[in-house]
């Protein structure tokens, strides 16, 4: 069969719309976005961890779940700063032997799940979490035919926030600010650099960071 990068033809014509699950699932270590990549905190990071820690007002015991983990090295920061009750979820089963690698005490003390967030969200009971998080473009990875929105807002007992994030493209088109403002996670701190992070790329105005509170029905 004719291929392209290592995937078949119909691989990549799936990536366009209906997901890019598959593509992210055959990373690998070495891959484009393999797992190598994320291993150490970069910059954008620092924005994410520390809104999260201003959040936790200082609540190590708090429920929080790295949305499109990969092998959790925000979990692992956090892990270190004493937090206890870290969950994570990503589709790259290659994640789970990566962080019992370089992150052996994270494997062994969180919970971790190697699923599509699609198959996951939906077995948590609504407000499980304190706390949901996530970085680096992965929402944008997420198919549209998934109510991520809806999904998030129901389990998330406090805040979602996320850094890195992509909020007005991406793979899927998507209205993210009134998506999740539709189920009740309405933000309150939203910061986009005024200069381009990666001037010639496509992640342009990738590196916002959002934090949305969860107000609960009347
Ligand atoms: C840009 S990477 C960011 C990883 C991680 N948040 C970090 O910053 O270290 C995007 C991640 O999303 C994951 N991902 C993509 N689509 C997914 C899906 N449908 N369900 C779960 N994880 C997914 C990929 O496997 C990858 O680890």
Redesign the pocket.
């Known amino acids: 069969m004719n291929t392209f990068l290592g995937f078949s033809f119909r691989d990549v014509l799936t990536i366009t719309e209906p ?3 598959k593509l ?1 699932a055959k ?1 690998g270590f070495h891959g484009g ?1 393999g797992i190598n990549q ?1 291993i150490k905190v970069v910059p954008t990071s620092y924005s994410l961890l520390e809104e999260i820690e201003f959040r936790a007002k200082g609540r190590k015991d708090l429920r929080m779940l790295d949305l ?3 092998i959790g ?2 979990s692992q920061y956090l892990f270190d700063k004493g937090f206890s009750n870290l969950y994570g ?4 089963t290659d994640c789970g032997k990566y962080q019992d690698k370089y992150f052996p005490q994270l494997a062994k003390k969180g919970t971790y799940f190697w699923l ?3 198959e996951y969200l939906p077995t948590v009971k609504d407000n499980f979490f304190d706390i949901v998080f ?5 929402i944008s ?2 198919t549209s035919r998934y109510n991520l929105p809806r999904d998030l807002a129901r389990i998330t007992r406090k805040y979602v926030i996320m850094a890195n994030v992509k909020l007005t493209d991406g793979p899927h088109s998507r209205f993210w600010l009134t998506e999740f403002q539709r189920y009740g996670l309405v933000p309150i701190k939203l910061l986009q650099p005024e200069k381009e992070w990666c001037p010639k790329s496509a992640f342009n105005r990738a590196h916002a960071l959002l934090v949305l509170k969860k107000i609960p029905k009347a």
Do not use: A
């Open positions: 997901t890019s699950k992210w990373q976005c994320y499109c983990c990969n090295r925000h979820v990503d589709v790259n599509p967030v699609e996530t970085h680096g473009l992965s990875h997420i």
